[in-house]
């Protein structure tokens, strides 16, 4: 039961795209996301969609048959919030936010309105953990 998720890698330019971002603060910020998670995961960014940044690939299955390819992580300069895409099931055991600072979490996502409001290690760290629990069990 193979289905396409919506959002697919393209062929944009990364760098275009951030260098549209108007807001001054996000665009920086952006810059320092790519940096880190390209350290992180030594994979070159892609564009996913129009506005999501992706670092790397892996091919999961659900546990209902459906499965798919996504990015390792990424993020997505949000008008509300800078979107930080770590794992599926952000309340794993295996990711800590003690000493983040301030942020909030959805589904699959971490939600920052400026780096400046989180320690840059803890969430250096995090992105980390995530990658590494996700090249090693995958999302099943």
């Not at 039961?1 to 108007?22: L, Y």
């Not at 996000?26 to 320092?32: G, H, L, Q, T």
């Not at 299955?61 to 990424?74: A, I, N, P, Q, V």
């Not at 794993?92 to 840059?120: A, M, Q, R, T, W």
């Amino acid at each position: 039961m193979s289905s396409q998720n919506k959002t697919q890698p393209t062929t944009k330019s990364v760098e275009d795209f951030i260098s549209a971002i108007s807001e001054e603060q996000k665009r920086k910020d952006s810059e320092v996301l790519l940096q880190m998670m390209g350290e992180v995961t030594n994979e070159p960014p892609t564009m996913w969609g129009e506005s999501i940044i992706g670092f790397g690939t892996y091919h999961y299955k659900y546990k209902s048959g459906r499965e798919g390819d996504w990015f390792l992580t990424g993020f997505s300069p949000r008008k509300n919030a800078l979107t930080l895409y770590l794992l599926c099931d952000l309340s794993n055991d295996s990711l800590s936010f003690e000493g983040l600072g301030k942020y909030k979490l959805g589904k699959g996502c971490l939600y920052i309105k400026k780096l400046s409001d989180v320690s840059i290690p803890v969430l250096k760290k995090l992105i980390v953990d995530a990658v590494d629990f996700t090249k090693k069990y995958g999302y099943a």
